[in-house]
């Protein structure tokens, strides 16, 4: 099935509003999803409403909450997401983020208690629209581990993201936004739900055995996500879990923490402006010329050319925002469980559901 982005993000945010969020805070939600869709990563599109109504309704996100500033020195600031929607929370403090790196060069903002906060390349990209590079380490709690340390078959993190980004002159920034696991967990949904296999190398079984079967991170007897890139993926999720978790939430994955099902994020975010460096200009040509230093190199067997971070998402928007967003049969139904669940009438569901091409 495809869905055009429009009345999607309009769909997405009568769910949120029945479930009990405000106009703002549902439609700035609606529209993180759907641009995640937009940027070919449904596995953090409108996949995850069924989650985010659920936790409403579980009492573990609070759709009215913003964030709250906990300590502030200047260059280091404190915030506490209180638990409302990650896309609010992360924005707000994204912004708080981009207003102190203005004015110090440099900030680091601690970001506790987020719901989950989505796609995180979306807060990097806010700071590059504002000429700002930022680095994001993130981890993922509130629910049991998925993914293995390297050397392990058993469950100890999260797919804890990782980002920076890179603001370009006259172009998109440059978005390296990705999972420190294999795949993102919501693709393996996503292949679950559609029934389809994983790519080789991203899930081990019960045993420690290599499988592309998603049947394993749902059914029992469970397997493990692996991590990206053998020990050095593995590694910088540690950091994600140390930096993210450990200093800004102190809510990290060892067991000393309950696990009640709910999505919690913690971001420790730097962000500087280039200006206080060697300033903007001198920087640009730097990062201008190394773009196309890279992009120039000859393809290998397979690959029609180089792309850089953030690229295959602008290509998948481009044809998404043309010719509609995909969603399988289990993940729409749902989601239209989903809107019942957050009090739609049918009637508002047809008539929601029927407007979706429109
Ligand atoms: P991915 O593997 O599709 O892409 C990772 C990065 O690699 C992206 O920056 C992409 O632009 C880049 N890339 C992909 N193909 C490339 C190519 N051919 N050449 C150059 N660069 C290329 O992404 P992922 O790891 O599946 O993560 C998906 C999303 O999930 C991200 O937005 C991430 O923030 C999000 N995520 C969120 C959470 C959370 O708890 N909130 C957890 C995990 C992941």
Avoid at 38 to 53: A, E, F, I, Q, R
Avoid at 142 to 151: C, I, N, R, T
Avoid at 171 to 196: E, F, H, N
Wanted: net charge negative; aromatic share 6%; with cysteine.
């Amino acid at each position: 099935m495809l869905i055009n982005a429009e009345p999607l993000c309009r769909f997405v945010t009568e769910i949120f509003l029945s479930a009990g969020a405000a106009q703002a805070a549902a439609k700035e939600t609606a529209d993180h999803l759907v641009l995640a869709n937009l940027k070919g990563h449904d596995s953090h599109g409108v996949g995850m409403v069924p989650t985010y109504v659920g936790n409403i309704g579980r009492g573990n996100l609070d759709p009215s909450a913003h964030m709250a500033v906990r300590r502030d020195t200047g260059a280091v600031v404190l915030a506490d997401g209180c638990f409302g929607f990650g896309q609010v929370v992360g924005r707000e403090a994204a912004d708080l983020a981009i207003a102190r790196a203005r004015e110090t060069g440099l900030v680091c903002v601690g970001l506790r208690n987020a719901h989950h906060l989505g796609r995180i390349g979306t807060y990097a990209e806010r700071c590059a629209e504002a000429g700002l590079v930022s680095v994001h380490f993130v981890n993922v709690v509130g629910h049991d581990p998925l993914v293995s340390p390297w050397g392990s078959r058993e469950r100890r993190l999260q797919t804890n993201p990782f980002c920076v980004a890179v603001p370009r002159d006259g172009d998109s920034p440059i978005v390296l936004d990705m999972a420190t696991s294999a795949i993102a967990m919501g693709k393996v949904r996503v292949a679950y739900m559609s029934g389809k296999a994983v790519p080789d190398g991203a899930l081990l079984d019960h045993d420690g055995m290599p499988t592309t079967d998603p049947r394993t991170m749902f059914e029992a007897p469970r397997g493990a996500l692996g991590p990206f890139g053998t020990y050095k993926g593995y590694g910088l999720a540690l950091m994600c879990e140390l930096l993210g978790g450990g200093l800004a939430g102190e809510w990290t994955m060892q067991p000393g923490h309950e696990r009640i099902g709910t999505v919690v994020n913690n971001m420790l975010m730097f962000v500087l402006d280039p200006r206080a460096f060697g300033g903007h200009e001198a920087f640009q040509r730097e990062v201008l010329a190394m773009v196309d230093y890279v992009k120039g190199a000859a393809p290998r067997n397979g690959f029609d050319r180089v792309r850089i971070p953030g690229e295959p998402e602008r290509e998948a928007m481009a044809k998404r925002s043309a010719e509609g967003i995909p969603i399988d049969d289990n993940s729409w139904q749902a989601v239209l469980e989903a809107a019942r669940q957050a009090g739609m009438g049918e009637d508002a569901i047809r008539t929601g559901v029927g407007n979706r091409d429109g």
